[in-house]
């Protein structure tokens, strides 16, 4: 039996396991990456407001994941247009192996 799996993380989360896009390529996982990247460890940054704290050591300088993704032998896309979105969703999603879609995201909006 096999399944499509779409996962969703923020950057940060996903550059704390992103070895194993290559573990994902290597089995033939059809897994669905969606990576909203804000540069940011953004739900921290929201807590230290929270506290009335300054936001401290919370930005990211961030490889390109979409890149990172392709190197691996996966499809990468990196979206910055909320127009073309669902059209990188899709096409993603009808790869039929690992793909990851990066979504250039606004940290304040969370
Ligand atoms: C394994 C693990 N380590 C650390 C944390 C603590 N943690 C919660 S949110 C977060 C940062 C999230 O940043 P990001 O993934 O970039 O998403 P954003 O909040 O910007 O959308 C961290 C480090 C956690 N939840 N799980």
Redesign the pocket.
């Known amino acids: 039996m096999s399944a499509t799996v779409i996962s969703a ?6 550059g ?1 396991y992103m070895a194993e896009v290559s573990t994902w390529v290597k089995y033939g996982m059809d897994i669905t990456q969606v990576l ?1 990247n ?1 540069s ?5 940054s929201k807590e230290q407001r929270a506290g009335d704290w300054d936001v401290w050591q919370t930005s ?1 300088h961030d490889p390109s994941f979409a890149d990172f993704a392709s190197s691996c032998g996966a499809l990468g896309i990196r979206e910055e247009s909320r127009e073309e979105l669902d059209k990188a969703l899709a096409r993603a999603i009808a790869h039929p192996g690992p793909a990851l879609v990066e979504i250039m995201s606004d ?1 304040q909006l ?1």
């Open positions: 993380s923020g950057a940060g989360g996903f704390q909203l804000n940011e460890l953004g739900k921290i990211l940290a969370i």
